[in-house]
């Protein structure tokens, strides 16, 4: 082509041979060549090449109770997918409520089913939806094949074959990413509360290594599931899975009720990502991520808040994963980049650094990036501060804030106590923990206070601490044989043995024990039992305890009508009182989930009932012991044949110091 305009430019001249040569520099006929042989559309790079960006919901629970719940899901799955257009949607479990019985008892429901497949299969743009179970999606299904197991047909996913673990690949704008789901639901879905910890079998462990074994070297790998890594039986495997991901996606902790944490986040090892999603059930948050050169940004929004703003590059420094990024390119990156979105027009999108002047950024195309230009060699060591502001059409605006550091050894890691400790502890280590030690109390406590007692009463301050108020109280049960039994003997029992014996799951029968559930012979490895044995001795059972001593107490000791025992009075009715009416909503739990042979053959529940009632029973009707109160006279100096030196028998005298230390 420059070829034939030098020769067009010849015959031109040599048409007019009067007129004066034109000499055409060097320098031109270069400019000429670049724009003729590379056109200016294809002179630069596409900015949307390596990025993609998606979404993330979690715990969505579909229930026919909550309307509006469910009218807010449609409109995030149309409107939402409308203006952001993401590549794909991850939906991280808790599908559906399968909650019944003033959500006292579960089940799965088909109306809560085909709710949410008709929702999500109507959404717009058909854009790629990736879903799998979490535990509510798992209550009272047998197995994977069960009818009960509505996932398999009204799910997005469960219809295609994926029930488990699966991986999607695909590639967007030149990157090829792994998006792997981690499915620990149980094998044996129990009702609820029981499948609250996930679980990773032998067979699901293998499942998951072989879809992780042949990953591309070169892909970029997206990690999600329901189950926190805390909240599993077997957390290292866990994390020794994603360590050669970006990112571990999750829900199932909401925001921990009455804490509110909406920013469970964890950097595991310092470099092994871990982000826990807030609920859509009660919050409605889902989450916007993007991946821009290899490079993660995530932010977690409200329902209806706009704009929604994501600062790509650079990303926050509190995120940077050292070993898993790209060193920063100083070449490559001449642009801040920002992904913006809005559900009507923005106006502007200004970018500032610590604090230099804003600089208006640039649409790229129709699309939701925004560019800005800047010299990032000013910035090159030490933390800095990135601020981008939006508005829009509706005259909303919003800013958002990060810290960045082009050098990684700058930047400081993500860290709150509160959310790092609950995404790094392993809560089954801590179930089983708070079980044995309110076991071994339980168990051992009247023994304990027998021996101290017998052996080592001599001793001034043991004496003295025997003789305080709730110690003399649990001392007097330990002197009544039939509590003394009664009260040891029931938490080791309940240690070991069933808790109720019913239809455990569907119409399959089994038992529940503190370790765990069987169901048609085959062991359930549910964790939630140390939890609830620990919450029952240490309400309901010192409750009771408590006031078989207090009216053994009382009985000895008769008090009168002072401030200190009416005060005394109140404490204990109202300790009893409040333990017995949890004891009567978890007792309702368990007789509406197991059926009339649960109610019968139910030690925890029914049973406990009666025992605590006898024990209290027999409290009113017995005699209260007196061979401690003997024990205490002997360190007041009672003769070895039983007489005082007033000459008073020993059990009279032992009745006159028990009066002394009454107020005590």
């Not at 990303?315 to 913006?340: C, T, Y």
């Amino acid at each position: 082509m420059l070829l034939s305009v030098s020769v067009k430019l010849n015959d031109h001249q040599n048409k007019d041979p009067g007129r004066r040569r034109m000499r055409i520099p060097w320098s031109l006929k270069c400019l000429i060549f670049v724009f003729l042989v590379f056109p200016a559309e294809s002179t630069g790079v596409d900015p949307y090449t390596g990025l993609t960006w998606f979404l993330q919901i979690s715990d969505v629970h579909i229930s026919y109770k909550d309307e509006e719940r469910t009218e807010q899901f449609r409109i995030f799955t149309q409107k939402y997918l409308e203006v952001v257009d993401p590549d794909l949607v991850l939906c991280s479990g808790d599908l559906t409520d399968a909650k019944i019985h003033s959500s006292l008892a579960s089940d799965q429901l088909v109306e809560e089913w085909t709710t949410y497949h008709q929702i999500v299969g109507n959404r717009s743009r058909r854009i790629p939806w990736l879903d799998i179970r979490g535990n509510h999606d798992n209550l009272n299904v047998l197995n994977r094949q069960s009818e009960n197991n509505l996932f398999r047909n009204f799910s997005e996913m469960g219809p295609r074959g994926f029930q488990e673990s699966y991986k999607h690949t695909t590639r967007i704008r030149g990157q090829t990413y792994n998006f792997i789901a981690l499915d620990a639901t149980l094998d044996v879905g129990l009702r609820f509360p029981f499948n609250f910890v996930g679980d990773f079998p032998d067979h699901q462990q293998a499942r998951i290594r072989n879809l992780t074994g042949n990953l591309d070297s070169g892909s970029l790998n997206i990690y999600f599931g329901h189950y926190p890594s805390s909240v599993v039986r077997q957390p290292e495997f866990l994390l020794d899975t994603v360590d050669n991901g970006l990112v571990y996606l999750n829900g199932h902790l909401h925001d921990l009720a009455l804490l509110r944490m909406h920013d469970m986040y964890a950097m595991h090892g310092g470099n092994n990502l871990e982000l826990e999603l807030c609920d859509w059930k009660e919050n409605r948050v889902y989450r916007l991520l993007a991946v821009d050169q290899g490079f993660l940004s995530f932010t977690d929004e409200k329902f209806e808040t706009w704009p929604v703003i994501l600062p790509t590059v650079p990303k926050n420094s509190e995120f940077l994963l050292a070993g898993k990024e790209p060193d920063f390119d100083f070449r490559m990156f001449s642009s801040i980049r920002v992904l913006a979105f809005s559900d009507v027009n923005i106006t502007s999108v200004d970018v500032q650094v610590d604090d230099g002047e804003p600089i208006r950024a640039v649409q790229e195309g129709e699309g939701p990036l925004y560019t800005a230009p800047w010299d990032p060699q000013q910035f090159k060591t030490g933390l800095h501060r990135l601020t981008v502001r939006v508005a829009d059409s509706k005259n909303r605006s919003r800013i958002a804030e990060q810290m960045f550091a082009l050098d990684k050894t700058a930047a400081v890691p993500f860290h709150r106590v509160l959310p790092s400790l609950v995404l790094s502890m392993s809560i089954p280590t801590l179930f089983q923990a708070v079980f044995y030690t309110s076991a071994l109390f339980s168990i051992f406590i009247l023994p304990l206070l027998k021996a101290l007692a017998h052996f080592c009463a001599q001793r001034s301050w043991i004496s003295a601490f025997l003789r305080c108020c709730l110690v003399r109280r649990f001392l007097l049960v330990a002197s009544c044989p039939p509590l003394f039994w009664l009260f040891s003997g029931y938490p080791l029992f309940l240690a070991v043995g069933p808790w109720v014996v019913g239809s455990i799951v569907e119409s399959e029968y089994g038992a529940v024990f503190t370790w765990g559930s069987v169901v048609s012979t085959e062991y359930v490895p549910s964790q939630v039992g140390y939890l609830y044995y620990f919450v029952h001795f240490v309400t309901l059972h010192p409750a009771v305890l408590l006031l078989c001593g207090h009216i053994l107490d009382c009985k000895s000791t008769p008090r009168g009508s002072s401030l200190y025992v009416k005060i005394s009075h109140c404490a204990v009715v109202t300790y009893v009182l409040c333990s017995t009416l949890l004891a009567g909503l978890l007792a309702l739990i368990f007789w509406l989930q197991f059926g009339p042979l649960g109610f019968f053959f139910g030690p925890l529940r029914t049973w406990s009932f009666l025992f605590y009632s006898a024990c209290v029973v027999y409290s009113v009707r017995t005699r209260p012991s007196t061979q401690y109160t003997g024990i205490l006279l002997d360190d007041q100096g009672k003769k070895s044949d039983g007489e005082t030196d007033d000459g008073v028998p020993g059990e009279q005298s032992a009745q006159v110091v028990l009066n002394n230390y009454r107020d005590v």
